[in-house]
Each structure stands twice: as C-alpha cells, then as structure tokens.
C-alpha cells in the first residue's frame, strides 16, 4: 500500500481542552510500530462516555486528545511482528484490551485485561503514549482508540478481526455501547429466564441492556428514564413496562416494588449517576437481588445503607459487559449478521466526522439514540 511506513495526515476532531467544542484538524499518524495496527477508520458512533471525558471528568491530563472509541475501520497497514491481520481486514478497534496472557485474561471470571491503557490510566482515559502529532504537539488518544480520526493506531492485542461482510457503518455500535449494555444482562447480571428486570436510563447502553435482558428470557422489563421519549424506542428492544421517575412524588425503588411485590431481580444503571445507581439497588428484591453498575462515572463516592446487602442483594460492575473483548466481539457481530441481535435500531442519526459537534449537542440534549458519523470513505 503506497502510504505504509510513511507517516499519514489526515483529518481528525481534536479536544484541545475540556468543556470546548471540538476542533477538526490535520493531524499526522505515524506508521505502526512492532504489534501494531494502522486503521482506516470509516465510521463510528458517540457514546456518553466521550460526553464524560469532555464535560463532566474534564481530567487536565487527558487532554489534548482525540475522542471517539465506538469505531469500525480497515487495516491500512501493520508493524512489524503482526501476523493476524492484513492490509484490508474489517477490524473494530477495543478500548479494553485482551492480551491472552496476563492472569486476567487467563481467569474465565473477567475481562479485565491488565495490558491496555486503562490498567493505571483510568481517570486519565488515555494511555501516555500515542502515534498522534497536531501543530507540533503530541495529542492523546482517548481509550487508546481515537475514532473521531480517519486513521488510528493501535496495539494488535486491542483490535478485534470480524467478518468482512459486516456492515462498518453499523457494527461500529459493538465498539462500545451495544456490546456493553447486552453484556452487563447477559454476562454480568446473568438475567434468568422469566425472572422481572429494570432498566434505569435509556440511551443505547441502557436499550441493549433491555434487548440483553429479553435475549435472557426475562419475562418483565421495565424500562426507567427520565426522558419518556425513549419509551417507544425501549418498546422495539423487549421493555414490557415504563417508569418516569419525574411521574412519582416517592422513590422510584418504592414504585417499582408495588409493582414487582418487593422488588426485581435484577436492576442495571445504565445513566452514570450515582443517585441512580443507589436507587437501582435499592429496587432490587431482598434475597437475592442483582444490581449492575454499567453507567461511568469516576468523580464522586457512591453510598447505600449497608442493610441492603446484608439482606441478599449483590451488587456489580460491569465494563464493556463483561466480554473479552477480542473473542467477544467478533461473536456480537455474527449474532448481528444472523439477526440475533439489533444494531439499526438504535441509529437515529447519521452524519460526517466534520459535524460531530452537533452530534455531541445531540446526545447533550437526549435528543438521539446513536448518530453514527462517517469518517473515511470506504
Ligand atoms: P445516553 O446519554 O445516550 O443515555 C443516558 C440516558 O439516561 C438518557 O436517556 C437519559 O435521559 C437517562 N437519564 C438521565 N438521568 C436519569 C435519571 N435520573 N433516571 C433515569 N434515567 C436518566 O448515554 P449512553 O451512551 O447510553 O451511555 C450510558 C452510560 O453508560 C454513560 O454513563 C456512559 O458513560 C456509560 N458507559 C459505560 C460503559 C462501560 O463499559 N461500563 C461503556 C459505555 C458507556
Ligand atoms: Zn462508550
């Protein structure tokens, strides 16, 4: 390929500094270095946690960067000591890695890879190193992944191969927000068949969470948010009921154990809100209650009584729902491609790297499910 080994300017949308609109910029890309990937990235999705990095944790350190980490592309070129992929290979690049060697890959109970940027930089959501250089200065890439640019680089051990059938404008969904929320249902909550679930907050996260938790067999799910917009949407994934919680003059965890006969199941936060991850587990049934934590927030101490506990309930984390990453996600896309799980569904809105400020403001204002921007020509 003509540009392998050489470095690659191109566009990317550069987060200078927190609470600022994003800038599209030239950038360089330099060329792979050993176990590494170059990636054409052709389209991507914004996910709240780009939102978290620019607005709510603001970390001083992780910026400047390059946002976007819900991304499909095609390998342009790869370093030296990469046998796995090819010029030309569909890929999804991870923002959690799977080495296959550290003990926690080795361990079936996590995901948590111990290799890839987020081991000792989690609040900075960036790893120190980056193949990234705009007017002279080194610009860091968000998650390790970078998607809002038309090239990234990445380590082989943080990019996933899928089928080359796959559609990149639609299985980029599965970068992040649809693989995370399916995941914390299916993987981490274990949702039951005919078991009662609730879902707190209804973007894409949260709806593939109801779509996990249907997948499961659960036989209720009730779908919270404070936006009823999102209802009929949450309708199409499997939710049964639907709560706003601004309809109530009590706690949402009384109403919801009227309406279960004590509490559900299972309950996944899916909002990044630690008033909202009390509530979710306080809904959940004594006994034997599960209650995931899936929505990100790293800037405040959560707190509930410790009764709840103590009387059965569990509660759990999930990050990207608990799939290792690399066999995980090129399963997703073939249960995507077989029809066993939605991607389309939760695109509202499709638009071009150049007007991701407005699909920021989207998001911002609850006005969208998924904007998936187009990034590179394929
Ligand atoms: P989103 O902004 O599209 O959706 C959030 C939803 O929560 C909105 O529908 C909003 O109306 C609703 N909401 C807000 N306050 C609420 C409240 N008090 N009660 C009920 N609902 C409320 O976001 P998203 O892209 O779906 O992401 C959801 C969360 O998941 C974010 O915190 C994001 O950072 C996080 N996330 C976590 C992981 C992970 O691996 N754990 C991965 C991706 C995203
Ligand atoms: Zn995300």
Request: net charge neutral.
């Amino acid at each position: 390929m003509a540009t392998a080994g050489k470095v690659i300017k191109c566009k990317a949308a550069v987060a200078w500094e927190p609470n600022k609109p994003l800038v599209i910029e030239e950038i360089e890309v330099a060329p792979p270095q050993a176990n590494e990937v170059r990636i054409k990235i052709v389209a991507t999705g914004v996910c709240h946690t780009d939102l978290y990095h620019l607005f709510e944790g603001m970390h001083k350190d992780g910026f400047p960067a390059v946002l976007g980490h819900e991304g499909a592309g095609i390998v342009e070129s790869v370093g030296p000591g990469v046998t796995e992929f090819q010029p030309g290979d569909k890929v999804i690049p991870l923002f959690i890695s799977q080495c296959k060697q550290c003990r926690f890959c080795k361990s079936p109970k996590t995901n948590q890879c111990e290799k890839g940027w987020a081991a000792d930089r989690h609040d900075v959501m960036a790893s120190a190193e980056s193949r990234f250089t705009c007017k002279g200065k080194k610009v860091l890439q968000f998650m390790g992944t970078s998607t809002f640019s038309q090239y990234t680089v990445m380590n082989q051990m943080a990019v996933a191969k899928v089928d080359p059938a796959a559609p990149l404008d639609k299985v980029c969904l599965l970068g992040c927000g649809v693989c995370t929320g399916f995941g914390a249902a299916v993987n981490t909550a274990k949702v039951e068949p005919g078991s009662t679930c609730a879902v707190f907050g209804l973007g894409a996260v949260g709806l593939a969470a109801v779509m996990g938790c249907k997948a499961a067999g659960a036989k209720r799910i009730i779908a919270v948010d404070i936006n009823p917009e999102k209802f009929e949407k949450a309708k199409v994934f499997g939710a049964t009921e639907f709560v706003n919680p601004k309809d109530h003059n009590k706690p949402i965890s009384q109403v919801l154990a009227e309406m279960t006969d004590g509490g559900v199941d299972y309950s996944l936060e899916c909002v990044g809100n630690v008033g909202v991850m009390r509530s979710a587990l306080e809904s959940c049934v004594k006994g034997w209650g599960v209650s995931v934590l899936v929505g990100w927030t790293d800037m405040y101490d959560f707190a509930a009584r410790p009764i709840q506990l103590i009387a059965g309930r569990t509660w759990k984390g999930s990050l990207f729902g608990g799939f290792k990453s690399k066999d995980g996600v090129p399963e997703m896309v073939k249960a995507y491609l077989d029809k066993k799980v939605k991607l389309d569904e939760f695109i509202t809105h499709k638009m071009t790297l150049g007007e991701v400020n407005d699909a920021i403001e989207l998001m911002k204002h609850g006005e969208c499910i998924r904007t998936v921007l187009s990034v590179s020509p394929q």
